[in-house]
């Protein structure tokens, strides 16, 4: 190591030398070059590091993305021309890692039945069931064992429960060691030939000795010994065994055979599964049970639809409530207007999740605020009822979402010029007039893409359901884990992440057609709000 | 102009290379690093676990470490992200060795393939049945057991001085004393079946039924009968009386116990530091039963779960067995999270200094261990969905009961 930095230093310095003079023979500004240089070298650091990460892990395809990106990035950045693309690199590279990637990857997995028994592959699937297929025989004693080595095998130095010691490996079943070495407490420890393992050995080679399996006898119903902590053994047999050759697990009491019909598990003639199984890819099975299946198909639609509703109202409900301030705070006549607009944007300062469990409390019917104090002891279920549950979602995001309306309509008011409504005033026009005709719709060229913007954030805004009612109240009546304040978003939640039966694989499928949805409204918005834009 | 940049190209190539070099260098002696310091009897289990428990596994480890030269790479987690963590993280070949958890989690972890059965061997008996009960999960022992909670009566003793005979006779107690509430049952709006089983089952109805070795038998759901139908029948008398309501949340309820606005709140030993801090002197009752048969709680027993796909099972298992499974881990688990031990001799000798720690025991020992089977996950959605409707009034108790235990049935039926 040391030779290796001495050695290389000067030839760093030569390098760099030369690099000093290629670079003052081209440009005079040889500052901006250090400086890109240093940058490019960073990423190239980063890159490679990353790159030897991944090789130790194998992941080769990841490997061949991480260098095929970092040439591009050299390339671009020490190409002469191409300045285009030097400003829309970065973005890109985001937009790939953040967007795209996260996109594909649910595409991906929505295409399989990743979920509860199907999280890994088969062979890892194989090896938990042959793991959890151990059964201690009943009855049957712990034994004193020293792990030793023997040539380059290792094998289990045992002392029987009279105290003779017998010796024997995974190949070789149990049998007498001609002589052993016993330490007081009267185990055996050591035999001739063989070396005797300590604990620290034993540790370097934990997989090895745990997945060691001594026969107790010829005769496989004996049973095998194994140890999880190198010092002692218990008799096992296995409840199940894999067929390699023929791809098939066999129950070793009852015969079963279970075979890889494609469906993730090991199934039995009679249909039995053996959990876990594995991933397989079930093609278009996800989203064909969104459409058709009679539990999904009611749930799903009453949920699209209190989605759309949840995301329209609130963007209209708190577009207007900030307007409406907005053009109050606007007027000049009004006093002390940097205090009330600073407790208006109040709201939007705290962390929203914390918002609503504030309002959870205060929505209790039995003892909460509202009730209680404002309302002189009511019993409104708020949160109880499913219509008022809506009502409580609603009335808590337009708390929330109307500061930020407040404030963007505040900045576009004042960018309209004072002199169109002044023009507009000497023209006859009265206040609601130039209100409508006149800075309404400039208010909208700027606005309009914010409203699209909150509309995307208000479908997916699964911290206030989620914090506030958690979809509730449960409709008693659906199969499904689903409430009546349940957007789509906390629905995925719900299927993905609750209960024993999580199926990742639907509920990305659901996350494509909310990225579908949500892209559709979107880009019709957009263009909407072109069209206003050439209006003007 | 073609000239500079290719030499330009040329210079960065070399200085990218020299860098390459460099990092080669480090990352070759780093992994030399290790293989020396595996050879040298020092690998690293990591063990995942709660704030409520780092801090005692910290001294725990630094003891591990002392005597065995494994290190111990201890990180603190959010309970509620532990299983979820582990499911995706373990088949990925990333996540711990060891995991803090609940029994309830066995099912769906054994299921994912993400845990492996733990060896307990002849130390098995060194534990209370029901903590190695509770970790049984198709005959294998998943987790080593730590501690052992159970709801129980809370009686503030100002208030009322003797157990109650009955749960009328707590009624009867909270109008002499001029309380507002007779009892404290938290629901909240998502409902909690868990606090209410015991009054369930003192209806004679429960969820599953079991098998012989006490495991449960998901086939054979005995919710839906007659004595289930009692059952939901109280809940909406209860409620109707006002003594039941979604509006009771866990921390309402534990508030107007420690206003005295009530002599009795059914709770765990979770809640007992915080009561004894508001200066409410207490007893702790079994739970007096409402239908008749003895009040059954479910017995929830928290452990540590064994990775399946540990490279360090040797070490993980040694943790385990011989350092979390003895006496004086065990003890001071108990003094950092206020539940009682799960190893028997660390049990009795907290037992016996504690009052409270012998009422809870009283009140759980016909308790039934907590069902870690996957579908009690279902059970737990309909039940809880199904009680908050009946509290809400929202139909027929026996309608809304039998609906639920409907869904229990088909949605059980669905996962198999």
Redesign the interface.
Known sequence: ?IQ??SS?SR??IR??K??NR??S???TRIGTMLIK?VL??LV??LS??SA?MLAEQGNWIILSIVVATTIVV?WIY???DGLVAKYLTPGLIFLLIFQLFAICYSTYIAFTDYG??H???KE??I???I??S???VQGSA?YKISIVECGKTLNFLVTMPHGEAQIGSEKTPLHEVASATKDDAGQAVSTPGCSTL???????R??E??SMRVPMSADSQDGTL?T???Q?A?VYKSLLKYDAAKDIMINTQTRVRYYDTGVGAFTSKGGSRL??GWQINVGISNFRQVFTSQEMRGPFLQVLVWTIEFSVISVASTFVLGLLLALVFNNSRMKGRAVYRSILILPYAFPAFLSALVW?GLL?????YINQVLLHGVDI?W??SPALAKIAVLIVNLWLGFPYMFLVSMGALQSIPKDLSEAAELDGANAWQIFRLIKFPLLLVSIAPLLISSFAMNFNNFNLIYML??G???N??T?M?VGSTDILISMVYKIA??????NYGLASAFSIIIFIVVAVVSAIGFRASRSLEELN | MAVFSKRSIVAAAAMTSAMLVALTGCGSTGASNTNASVSAGSSTITVWADADHTATLKSVAAEFTKKTGVKVKLVQKDMGSIEQDMITQIPAGKGPDVAIGPNDWTGLLATDGVIQPIELGNMKSAYQKVAIDAFNYNGNIYGLPYSVENVALIRNTQLAPNAPSSWDDMATTATAAKTKYPYLLQVGSQGDSYTMYPVQTSFGSFVFGQNSDGSYNAKKLTVGDANGLAFAKWVQTQAKAGNLSTSMTADIALSKFEQGQSPYIITGPWNISAIQKAGIKIAVDPIPSAGGQAAKPFVGVNGFFLSAKSKNKLAATNFLTTYIGSEKVQQALFKSGGVPSALTKAYNAEAQSDSVIQGFKKAGENGVPMPNITQMSSVWQYLNAAEVSIINNQGDSSTLWNNMADSIKSSIAKQS
Do not use: C, W
């Open positions: 190591m290796h930095d290389p030839k760093d390098k760099k030369q690099a290629v670079a023979q081209a440009s240089i490019l070298g190239d650091a490679a590091y030897f050299n020490f190409r002469r509860t028994g999280n890994s592959t890892q699937a090896s938990s069931l793991q959890s151990q059964r201690r712990s300590s604990f620290n050995d034993l540790l370097s934990q997989d000795v745990t194994k999880a902590d190198g002692t218990l959990s876990p959870q209790n019917e039995k003892f909460g279920p949160l109880e009612t958690n509730g109240p449960i008693a009546n199969n884990n992440f609750v209960g024993a039966d999580r």
